[in-house]
């Protein structure tokens, strides 16, 4: 049973400026949940039907578990398709930026507004130890409900920072840290050096790269079609894009070159 | 203006079966729109709105365009926001599969049931020059009107194959054709031997490869994670996952290793 008060409060938190406000996210899926539930994340309250009871273990002793109906977990799900499992989560703090932040190979993303592609992308970062993607503050939300989904649990451990990425990039400059762009007519990432640390810069499928970040790019780089030189063809989606980049960057960082 | 018989009909092939029955699809988009009237497909007949008729150009002699209102096409629209541009294609005959169907590196897909990951992977099939896609029955339909909006127009372009894959498998290692299956525990795809003419399988990320389709396979292959050996992850998103592995495939055969 959930108070009509909690309802409210769960629905309230498919929007963004109501999860900044109270601090709190949904997670919904068994699987996804129990992931989740091991990370460092606060659980508040996890909600299950009866078929997510014998799906998943909770420790009571750690958090608040609520049976409720299949017709009251329709009514708090996001999704058209309500799982057995729905989580409420404490928003973490993300450490601040500083010099630390521009370690090792980290991600930069410029208006990726779609939130499936962002959860894939941090899904992937994680995949390849990068343990930070920096967003411009109109990507999509991190803790939209379809967003936590496609990260499948990646998000406890890849921090993302929403900031003003030219002032990021200008500093990056500074540090001297090589700053990569992908466009459509780059080096190929595949051919030109890459650096062990380094700023990849993802624009979003329709505009690119937005030009007022152009002045910090070291180097642009592009992923090549095949046969070379197909231009006749659309981008890649910018997930696929940005996974084919960090594994050239890992493949040669980690691993003996065939 | 759009007649309730023509809105009833757009409408029914959003379902796999009329639209089969039928032998048609919907495409809606501007871009999408445009970039498919450019190709081999048979479209039917346009409909737009007054913001679609100022956003792209239709050639009146090839195809019947028809205004509607922003009302009408929310009601023929797949989508929760309609675009401005709705068309109806016949959907294309696929070539019979045949021994020329094993040449170059082909994909196949097993179970892949989400529409969103269907179309990106033809999509980036397409940019690698992989011109063909076999899938088990189970996948999900290509003219899902998802399915078709991920695909970016690639579907134009890439032969997509639905039949049995243990039988087209069979076939495959009696014409000595490497088969190539990715999975979290086998060879490096970084270090491994890969061939020019091969066929990729890729399972659903939940359940991998089907247990029935691993006696045809020459090789199990992976993408290590970074650093190594970290398996308390969970694996990539299924269409990140061929596209990396699509990408070394290419990155071997197009272009000078660094």
């Not at 909690?6 to 400026?17: C, E, N, V």
């Not at 992931?35 to 994340?41: E, G, H, N």
């Not at 941090?122 to 990260?151: E, H």
């Amino acid at each position: 049973m959930i108070s009509k008060q909690k309802i409210d409060l769960i629905r309230s938190l498919k929007d963004h400026k109501e999860r900044e406000r109270k601090g709190l996210f949904i997670a919904e899926g068994s699987k996804l949940v129990s992931d989740l539930l091991k990370t460092s994340l606060i659980p508040v309250e996890v909600f299950m039907t009866a078929d997510g009871i014998t799906a998943i273990d909770v420790n009571p002793a750690r958090v608040e578990v609520v049976q409720i109906s299949d017709k009251e977990m329709e009514r708090i799900s996001a999704f058209k398709n309500p799982s057995s499992v729905l989580a409420l989560f404490k928003i973490p703090a993300v450490d601040p930026v500083t010099e630390k932040s521009y370690r090792g190979v980290n991600l930069i993303l410029d208006k990726i507004q779609d939130p499936g592609n962002l959860g894939t992308i941090v899904r992937m970062a994680d995949w390849f130890g990068i343990s930070r993607v920096f967003c411009s503050p109109d990507c999509a939300d991190l803790y939209n409900p379809k967003c936590v989904q496609s990260t499948m649990g990646a998000l406890a451990r890849v921090q993302i920072h929403y900031l003003d990425l030219a002032a990021f990039l200008k500093e990056a400059v500074n540090l001297q840290v090589p700053v990569y762009g992908a466009y459509m007519d780059g080096e190929s990432v595949f051919q030109t050096e890459l650096t062990a640390k380094a700023l990849i810069v993802m624009g979003s499928e329709g505009q690119g790269i937005s030009p007022e970040l152009a002045p910090f790019l070291t180097k642009k780089i592009t992923i090549p079609a095949y046969p070379a030189g197909n231009r006749e063809l659309e981008s890649l989606n910018v997930a696929v894009s940005a996974a084919i980049i960090c594994a050239e960057f890992r493949r040669r960082m980690n691993i003996k070159v065939v």
